[in-house]
């Protein structure tokens, strides 16, 4: 039986978006110096939403020379207290502007608005509140060493979580007193932009974060640039390495939070209904573009048909459709581009033999989405088992003992998350000390916080983001000989 | 030692020289390859010869780094504090015979005994770090719900040290120790001018309770193994500490193939007899976080 409610669209009418932006550069919105633009589009509709402006390396440059002179002048020796100031009011300005950021973030990516609402706008400003706390309290994080900034940080952040990740980028960044150049991607910049609305309010320094629009070379012009010290890359594990390999013989720092393929364990003995409802927020949240999806379900034999036939069951219940929809639980696809991806690595999975379910849904006509797919009768070799799909796709597997569970889970480049589903306490702790993962769920997944580490082992990248750990790929350690009473 | 190397003229008793071998997975192979380099002393005429490791050598040993990973990550904290400590008190035992080593290779006597000392007390400082940095880097962390969230510091892997020339038993052990106590095993290229100390500090190794294959040390050429070590995807992370520029870089360039991390030392870290070239945040530098969420209910 498929539910229907009645529409309960969100209005778009807080948002006022202009016909074409420039880029932000030393606290100002300018003209780029290049002249190539591309057009930013709603993915629910189609339509365009605004010009962005494809920033070219004179513009990079005007951007990093901004930062730099604004970490030099201003921003690197400003009391630990006074940045801390800056930040708590760009976190007090953002759950201000809450809604309207949410709006805008759904129209530009296609996330559905009861996510924005909920999820990335409350944990982006919680971010800045929670490193504003941190800007001050620097001598006390690192003990017996005392952190120094790095200097200009450039950071390239990905379409899933635009404001999200742009906060992540930010906080840490700043409150160690570092400055930025940010390029958020290209098909989800508008947030980013409308973020420089609340630096403004907030009277943040000019240069202490630039931002600049564009695409891959955009990117590259920044990660090449001499003047950037540090770069920190949210993204694909493939430009990840791209970078890393540009950047080698530079004395430039790096952080990478890249691609997963994590693993969602459940055991005979698990909650199932809990843990179903876990299974469809790991591969369905944000339609599965989320790097720490549970895109491959391992599951106990003794429930793997019980499981199974729940999860086809609660699928059934799932609204695609409508992102400003609230009661829409997967949205739109973020680009043409990625729903071709998508369908490529499905027929891959059809070519080697994977038997499909998918529910009977109706697609709206405009825009581009894709159902709520699951894949079973595959293998670990498979490409839909080993290949980040960042879609809606779940793979299923299933074993029978907690170390063959571990083995298969283990068994990717990736190492970014896992989710453990078992009544048993010490089942828990003994597969979360196995799993080569940055994040393990226990009975849960999906869950953010700022106080909480999140990245990758392995080829998930290096690097983490959130708590005191986040601070590190952002200050240089300077030992003081006998200190801290050696 | 080969000091004595030399023929005599008295009728002092003939010396049995050493032959300096490879250290992989507990044992003293020669080079697969059969390949040996003469290791100059003080006036520049070679002292002995060292094992010339190859491409099959540096596999073997990470394979044997791999195989025994799990098992010493998987030791308690106070057992890897023990057996590190156990290897300062072999050190401080046999501690005329590594200054002999520094001495034979061309450094005064009196530097020779502070580099020693050093290195001893230094493996001592680490082996405490054992059972305690996890209470320093690692910890619960306060999030917004009801979760019981904490972080874990785990060992990345496998990781290579590549040992500076400049104080070839410190440096490598200011290096080495930090990788061993969160639970990393090792693969080490000695120095390539001063390597005979090193294989002295693995017959050290091999009779301080330290399991087969958690650090193998390799003496031979960084500019033919350092790459294939980049390479490799079963080393998780490479610390550069002796490689050149043009070799770091090269360095970095392959360790992108496997998103491997590549460990550079800081300035402060390079001065090995301070105190500032160790730190918990070396450790850190050889480690992995891993949050744990756990929900909280009735």
């Known amino acids: 039986m498929i539910l229907d409610y009645e529409p309960a669209p969100e209005s778009t009418a807080i948002v006022n978006l202009r016909d074409s932006y420039g880029l932000y550069i030393n606290g100002e919105m300018v003209d780029a110096i290049s002249s190539e633009t591309i057009k930013t589009v709603n993915p629910a509709t189609g339509e365009p939403l605004a010009e962005i402006s494809m920033a070219g390396p004179e513009d990079v440059d005007a951007a990093v020379t901004a930062a730099r002179a604004a970490y030099e002048n201003v921003w690197r020796d400003m009391p630990g207290r006074d940045r801390a100031k800056y930040l708590y ?29 909920d999820v990335d706008l409350p944990i982006a400003a919680a971010h800045f509140f929670y490193y504003a706390g941190w800007a001050d309290k620097l001598d006390y994080a690192f003990g017996g060493v005392s952190p120094k900034p790095i ?26 007193g570092n400055t930025v150049v940010l390029k958020p991607a290209e098909t989800t910049p508008l947030t980013a932009l409308l973020l420089t609305e609340i630096f403004d309010e907030a009277g943040l320094p000019p240069g202490v974060v630039n931002i600049v629009t564009g695409a891959g070379a955009t990117g590259s012009a920044i990660v090449n640039h001499p003047g950037v010290d540090k770069i920190a890359f949210t993204g694909s594990t493939a430009v990840g390495k791209l970078i890393q390999s540009q950047i080698a013989g530079s004395s430039k720092r ?5 691609g997963g393929k994590a693993a969602n364990i459940v055991f005979a003995d698990a909650a199932l209904d809990q843990a179903v409802e876990g299974i469809v927020n790991g591969i369905f949240f944000n339609q599965g573009h989320v790097c720490c999806a549970g895109s491959r379900l391992l599951v106990q034999e003794p429930v793997a048909e019980e499981v199974i036939s729940r999860l086809k069951r609660r699928l059934e219940t799932l ?5 400003m929809d609230k009661n829409t639980d997967l949205g739109a696809i973020n680009s043409a581009e990625q729903l071709a991806k998508i369908n490529e690595l499905v027929q891959a999975g059809l070519d080697e033999g994977a038997t499909i379910y998918q529910p009977a849904c109706e697609l709206p ?17 498979n490409r839909i088992v080993q290949e980040e799909i960042f879609g809606p796709v779940l793979s299923i597997l299933t074993f029978r003992t907690a170390e063959e569970a571990v083995d298969k889970a283990n068994n990717t480049p990736y190492g970014l998350s896992a989710g453990v589903w078992t009544e048993k306490g010490s089942r828990i702790l003994w597969m979360a000390q196995k799993l080569r993962a940055g994040v393990v769920w226990d009975n849960t997944f999906n869950r953010f916080d700022p106080a909480s580490p999140f990245g990758g082992f392995n080829e998930s990248g290096f690097g983490r983001e959130g708590g005191r750990a986040g601070l590190l790929p952002y200050v240089e350690l300077e030992s003081v000989a006998n200190g801290a009473g050696r | 030692m080969n000091a004595k190397r030399t023929k005599s003229t008295t009728r002092e008793r003939l010396t ?4 300096y071998k490879l250290f992989i997975g507990g044992g003293f192979p020669r080079s697969e390859s059969g390949r040996i380099f003469a290791v100059p002393g003080a006036d520049g005429t070679p002292i002995a010869n060292a094992c010339l490791a190859s491409r099959k050598d540096l596999r073997a040993a990470v394979e044997a780094a791999r195989k025994a990973q799990s098992g010493w990550a998987g030791r308690t904290p106070y057992n890897r504090g023990q057996i590190l400590y156990r290897i300062a008190e072999v050190s401080e035992s046999r501690s005329s015979e590594l200054v002999g080593e520094l001495v034979a290779s061309g450094m005064t006597k009196a530097a020779a005994e502070t580099e020693v000392g050093l290195s001893i007390d230094r493996w001592v400082w680490y082996a405490g770090w054992c059972d305690k940095y996890l209470q320093v880097l690692g910890g619960a962390n306060p999030v917004s719900g009801p979760y019981f969230n904490f972080s874990l510091v785990e060992p990345t892997g496998v990781v290579g040290v590549v040992a500076p020339d400049e104080s070839p038993l410190l440096a490598l052990v200011s290096r080495m120790a930090p990788a061993l106590v969160p639970g990393n095993t090792v693969v080490a290229l000695a120095s390539e001018t001063a390597p005979l100390v090193a294989i002295t500090l693995a017959e050290i190794l091999a009779t301080s309770d330290v399991p087969g294959g958690v650090v193998n040390l390799l003496t031979g050429n960084r500019d033919e193994l350092v790459p294939w070590m980049a390479d490799h995807a079963d080393v998780n992370s490479i610390d550069v500490s002796g490689a050149d520029d043009d070799l770091v870089a090269e360095a970095q360039r392959r360790a992108s193939a496997t998103v491997k991390r ?7 870290e390079r001065q090995w007899a301070s105190t500032t070239a160790e730190s918990p945040f070396v450790i850190e530098s050889f480690t992995e976080t891993k949050t744990v969420w756990h929900p909280i209910g009735r």
């Not at chain 1, 940080?153 to 160690?176: C, S, V």
């Not at chain 1, 790096?254 to 890249?258: G, I, R």
């Not at chain 1, 609204?319 to 992102?323: A, H, K």
Request: charged letters at 25%.
């Open chain 2, 16 to 19: 049995v020289n050493k032959t």
């Open chain 1, 319 to 323: 609204r695609v459709g409508d992102p």
């Open chain 1, 365 to 381: 006509e405009t825009g581009w989405f894709h159902k709520p797919t699951l894949f079973s009768d595959v293998s670990q070799s």
């Open chain 1, 254 to 258: 790096l952080t990478l939070e890249l």
């Open chain 2, 262 to 268: 590549v460990v550079r030392p800081s300035p402060e």
């Open chain 1, 151 to 176: 200097g200009v940080a450039g950071q390239i952040i990905p379409w899933n979580f635009p404001m999200l990740m742009a906060a992540w980028k930010l906080a840490p960044a700043l409150a160690t």
């Open chain 1, 89 to 117: 009011r760009i976190a007090r300005l953002l759950a201000e502007r809450s809604r309207e950021f949410a709006v805008l973030e759904t129209m530009d990516g296609g996330k559905p608005i009861r996510e924005s609402r």
